[in-house]
């Protein structure tokens, strides 16, 4: 890790703790609920939450659905056994069948993972190419384009429903939900508005995704969990760096240095990008603004109408 995100793991580690704990104390939570991929970001915060509110008091939900890794669902077990939390799968197949999604897209029944990789790649040139515009900050954007609409519609759905999964769980036990969104997503909009962005708390949202590596790491989480490339798991044959367009090395060293207010050439020394780099993730993080918003309130002054 560059040493400019270096972190003290130590401290680290006790402030989030401290912070899962208090929450749960002042809001009376008996414990925490976690959505569990078997990725590395879930793998943290269900870490932390043990290690704050007890393994006993801590509820696993893996919710996979037709698109979802096979062996992302087998690491989520599996670490949930190592840990000794109590965990539940639920498929949502049947709930997302029900609306419709995978009629958008080649079924897996049909067509081998590894097809539908190739498609998904094909998929995303073919749009690109169609609205002249990077596919990540076409998603963000949105527009008419029928195959881009089709696209944003079938993955965010995934996310919705998950989350009113989670919040049935929490509400069910007298649970908080913990969200594992980590800074780098945040910043850059890489996640779904009203899916995996509610919470009740956000433990890990100030860290960068190479900082929740280096806290993973610290804390035991297994290589199998680690040595994964980072991946949504909504559509098969896309990871994080791929749809992101940089690796989260670059990523985080440009995103940090912004935040120092550097200027773009100081930050090309420190990053070793290239101002294209640069632009591109100022354009991200400026355009995914409305993701971070809140609902837009119309206020009017009812007196001044009458």
């Known amino acids: 890790m560059n040493d400019r995100l270096n972190i ?3 401290a680290c580690k006790k402030i989030i703790i401290e912070f899962i704990r208090n929450y749960a104390i002042e809001h009376r939570r008996s414990g925490a609920v976690v959505g569990f991929s ?6 943290l915060v269900l ?8 393994s006993k008091n801590v509820l696993a939900v893996i919710l996979p659905e037709r698109d979802s890794s096979p062996a992302n669902i087998k690491d989520a077990i599996r670490f949930a056994k190592v840990l000794g939390v109590k965990y539940i799968i639920k498929k949502l197949t049947p709930i997302l069948s029900l609306a419709g999604i995978y009629r958008l897209y080649p079924p897996s029944f049909i067509f081998s993972r590894k097809f539908i990789e190739r498609y998904t ?5 073919s749009i690109s190419k169609r609205t002249g515009k990077d596919l990540f900050i076409a998603n963000i954007e949105g527009g008419e384009d029928k195959e881009l609409c089709k696209g944003i519609a079938y993955y965010r759905i995934k996310h919705r429903i998950r989350a009113t999964i989670l919040f049935y769980y929490s509400e069910l036990n007298n649970y908080l939900l913990a969200g594992c ?3 780098s997503e945040w910043l850059t909009g890489f996640f779904v508005k009203y899916g995996d962005s509610i919470a009740d708390i956000m433990p890990i949202i100030d860290l960068y995704k190479t900082q929740v590596f280096k ?9 199998y969990i680690l040595n994964k490339a980072p991946s949504p798991d909504l559509i098969p044959g896309l990871d994080d760096e ?11 060293l440009v995103l940090e240095s912004l935040e120092q207010g550097y200027s773009k050439e100081k930050i090309i020394e420190i990053s070793g990008t290239c101002d294209n780099d640069i632009e591109r993730v100022l354009e991200m993080i400026n355009k995914s603004e409305v993701l971070r918003t809140n609902p837009i309130f119309l206020k009017m002054n009812l007196k001044r109408i009458i």
Do not use: H, Q, W
């Open 47 to 54: 870490k932390f939450c043990v290690e704050a509110l007890g």
């Open 242 to 252: 791929d749809a992101l367009g940089i690796t989260y090395k670059n990523l985080d």
């Open 8 to 10: 003290d793991t130590e």
């Open 215 to 223: 806290m993973a790491g610290y804390l035991g989480v297994p290589d």
């Open 121 to 125: 790649l094909k998929k995303r040139e």
């Open 38 to 43: 078997g990725g590395i970001d879930s793998a």
């Open 181 to 183: 969104a980590n800074k």
